[in-house]
């Protein structure tokens, strides 16, 4: 059974003039309905993670140190894992601000060819997904991802001595008492992108919202309070405060532009 739950202190639903049901829509198997998620038929694949604009999907996947991981692989590769044992059980949760974020510094390489066949919505949300990364990097003049076929690891055959092959049996036995002994603490992880992204030092791109503001806007400051993300902020200038935006903060979740009492605010996001 997978691990999932919606944080209800994060979720949008207990805001003013807002509405927002993008993790029941986006499940290809009807797994969320009314901000709870059926463990029965979810499988993890974690599309809710992708699409929630506050971080409010807990899962038993730490997908922190999943992107970490592959940071730190050369070539950097992208999989699931049924190609790597220890890897995300599947790669629905990445969005096009994770993947650019992975491939604006090196080149960055993903494999999906098996994603048609196990998910086909994961599918087609990742060919969506990478094609708009790819031309924010082309834009940028930067390596676009390469979609890449990783052979499976086979398991090596090997002649081992009585000594070996009990030692091999032991340690075996260790890692699934160990793995069993995690599967039964029911180990649940928050990720937001956000926090995540924040950490990157990244250059902000034409996948990042866009805000407008309109000569209406008195730098009240609400937005600024009711931003999940803390995207938007008020700072002092020589003539009197401001609003200051962080695209890369933002996850165009209109909350700010549905609650300014002077509708000076604007949002544009790409789709």
């Known amino acids: 059974m997978a691990m999932r739950n919606v944080d209800l202190n994060r979720c949008l639903f207990?805001?003013?003039?807002?509405?927002?049901?993008?993790?029941?829509?986006i499940c290809p198997r009807q797994a969320i309905n009314n901000r709870v998620i059926d463990g029965e038929k979810c499988d993890n694949c974690g599309l809710c993670?992708?699409?929630?604009?506050?971080?409010?999907?807990?899962?038993?996947?730490?997908y922190d140190a999943e992107l970490t991981a592959v940071q730190n692989l050369s070539p950097q590769v992208l999989m699931c894992q049924k190609v790597v044992p220890h890897a995300m059980p599947c790669l629905?949760?990445?969005?096009?601000?994770?993947?650019?974020a992975l491939a604006e510094k090196k080149p960055l390489s993903i494999d999906t060819s098996r994603?048609?066949?196990?998910n086909p919505a994961v599918a087609?949300?990742?060919?969506?997904?990478?094609?708009?990364?790819?031309?924010?990097?082309?834009?940028?003049?930067?390596?676009?991802?390469?979609?890449?076929?990783?052979?499976?690891?086979?398991?090596?055959?090997?002649?081992?001595?009585?000594?070996?092959?009990?030692?091999?049996?032991?340690?075996?036995?260790?890692?699934?008492a160990a793995e069993f002994a995690r599967s039964q603490t029911n180990q649940q992880y928050a990720f937001d992108p956000?926090?995540?992204?924040?950490?990157?030092?990244?250059s902000p791109s034409g996948i990042f919202p866009r805000l407008s503001l309109a000569k209406t806007c008195t730098a009240c400051g609400l937005c600024s309070m009711l931003c999940p993300e803390k995207a938007l902020s008020i700072g002092q200038e020589a003539n009197g405060p401001r609003l200051f935006f962080n695209p890369i903060k933002c996850t165009g979740c209109?909350?700010?532009?549905?609650?300014?009492?002077?509708?000076?605010?604007?949002?544009?996001?790409?789709?």
């Open 14 to 25: 207990h805001y003013t003039n807002i509405s927002c049901s993008r993790c029941q829509a």
């Open 49 to 62: 993670t992708a699409i929630c604009p506050t971080g409010a999907i807990q899962s038993s996947v730490d």
């Open 92 to 100: 629905g949760a990445l969005n096009r601000r994770l993947l650019w």
């Open 115 to 118: 994603c048609r066949q196990c």
């Open 124 to 176: 087609d949300w990742l060919a969506r997904e990478i094609e708009a990364c790819n031309a924010a990097l082309q834009e940028a003049n930067k390596t676009p991802i390469k979609l890449v076929h990783v052979k499976e690891a086979a398991s090596a055959s090997q002649q081992v001595g009585r000594r070996s092959f009990f030692q091999s049996l032991f340690h075996a036995a260790s890692e699934s």
């Open 194 to 202: 956000v926090i995540w992204l924040n950490r990157q030092n990244i």
């Open 254 to 271: 209109g909350l700010c532009v549905n609650n300014c009492p002077q509708a000076a605010l604007s949002l544009q996001a790409k789709e």
